[in-house]
T-cell receptor, first 113, second 115 residues
Framework: AQSVTQLGSHVSVSEGALVLLRCNYSSSVPPYLFWYVQYPNQGLQLLLKYTTGATLVKGINGFEAEFKKSETSFHLTKPSAHMSDAAEYFCAVGARTGNQFYFGTGTSLTVIP | NAGVMQNPRHLVRRRGQEARLRCSPMKGHSHVYWYRQLPEEGLKFMVYLQKENIIDESGMPKERFSAEFPKEGPSILRIQQVVRGDSAAYFC?????????????FGPGTRLTVT
């Protein structure tokens, strides 16, 4: 079975600082990988995804993530945080066989002015 | 192109009543997923449906919960005899195809409060 671990349920960064949100998965076969963002009282919005090919994936709003097979990781980064980045971020994996998605428990990002 | 629609956005029910949550997928999407989000928790998969078929209901509680996605009309998640523990945000997502490589497009959610 798949599982997704997001280290750090709450992360605080200063405006302009690097954002690093961690995601590790457990699977014998590398799954498809996604990052979603959820703003208060809204649904989830896709930031980026990795399915195949280049392991560094660029998404919306200046975010990017790198798939590292050896570390079973898919960490999300942004060079410079904006106040508008404050939200809940979810890592998700989609199985290469089957239909189910598995979500991490989320990381709440706070940006300090 | 309209996104995933869910209604109502907020639903208040008393213990023992029934709750019906509706989800209209994006145009052209025939795959629907339902998730539940409890406060301070991530999303928990409940059920995956295609038109007229339940594909995977491994995340659905065994009792009181049911889901359908008829040939015509929205997908419906039905909770009978609600209890306080059912209070949560319920999200619907749709995708054009099944399989783990296709991103899911989420609706704004229905926030159920059981009093």
């Amino acid at each position: 079975a798949q599982s997704v671990t997001q280290l750090g349920s709450h992360v605080s960064v200063s405006e302009g600082a690097l954002v690093l949100l961690r995601c590790n998965y457990s699977s014998s076969v590398p799954p498809y990988l996604f990052w979603y963002v959820q703003y208060p009282n809204q649904g989830l919005q896709l930031l980026l995804k990795y399915t195949t090919g280049a392991t560094l994936v660029k998404g919306i709003n200046g975010f990017e993530a790198e798939f590292k097979k050896s570390e079973t990781s898919f960490h999300l980064t942004k060079p410079s945080a904006h106040m508008s980045d404050a939200a809940e971020y979810f890592c998700a994996v989609g199985a290469r066989t089957g239909n189910q998605f598995y979500f991490g428990t989320g990381t709440s990002l706070t940006v300090i002015p | 192109n309209a996104g995933v629609m869910q209604n109502p956005r907020h639903l208040v029910r008393r213990r023992g009543q029934e709750a019906r949550l509706r989800c209209s997928p994006m145009k052209g999407h025939s795959h629907v997923y339902w998730y539940r989000q409890l406060p301070e928790e991530g999303l928990k998969f409940m059920v995956y449906l295609q038109k007229e078929n339940i594909i995977d209901e491994s995340g659905m509680p065994k009792e009181r919960f049911s889901a359908e996605f008829p040939k015509e009309g929205p997908s419906i998640l039905r909770i009978q005899q609600v209890v306080r523990g059912d209070s949560a945000a319920y999200f619907c997502a749709s995708s054009p195809r099944g399989g783990g490589s296709y991103e899911q497009y989420f609706g704004p959610g229905t926030r159920l409060t059981v009093t």
